[in-house]
């Protein structure tokens, strides 16, 4: 059974830094392709990045563009969101997931399109 932890969570202030890892276990990840998403209270999950792993294509949506970054360690079987210059909004449990796919669909940023997920991490922006 595919096996996902998420860590590096926190709190923070608004305009620092944070790395989330996605560590899996009973899987290799270079396999799939690696959703990030998060999901505030009383709000849907939604997808904040993604990153294929037969294109090493990266995706992002508006909110991350610019401040997110994506990237996979095989040799450590982990990927890595980088978050800079974080938001108070940008609050919320962070999961990571494996798609069914080596790449991210057109439909990536929805929640349905993968099928393992991890527990979540918490990270909390407040001065």
């Known amino acids: 059974q595919v096996q996902l932890v998420e860590s590096g969570g926190g709190l923070v202030q608004p305009g620092g830094s944070l790395r989330l890892s996605c560590a899996a276990s009973?899987?290799?990840?270079?396999?799939?392709?690696i959703g990030w998403f998060r999901q505030a209270p009383g709000k849907e999950r939604e997808g904040v990045s993604c990153?294929?792993?037969?294109?090493?294509?990266?995706y992002y949506t508006d909110s991350a563009k610019g401040r997110f970054t994506i990237s996979r360690d095989n040799a450590k079987n982990t990927v890595y969101l980088q978050m800079n210059n974080l938001k108070p909004e940008d609050t919320a449990v962070y999961y990571c997931?494996?798609?069914?796919?080596?790449?991210?669909?057109?439909?990536?940023?929805?929640?349905?399109?993968?099928?393992?997920w991890g527990k979540g991490t918490q990270v909390t922006v407040s001065s």
């Open positions: 997931a494996a798609g069914s796919w080596p790449w991210c669909t057109s439909s990536w940023y929805d929640a349905a399109s993968f099928g393992s």
């Open positions: 009973r899987f290799t990840l270079d396999r799939y392709a």
């Open positions: 990153r294929g792993s037969s294109d090493g294509r990266t």
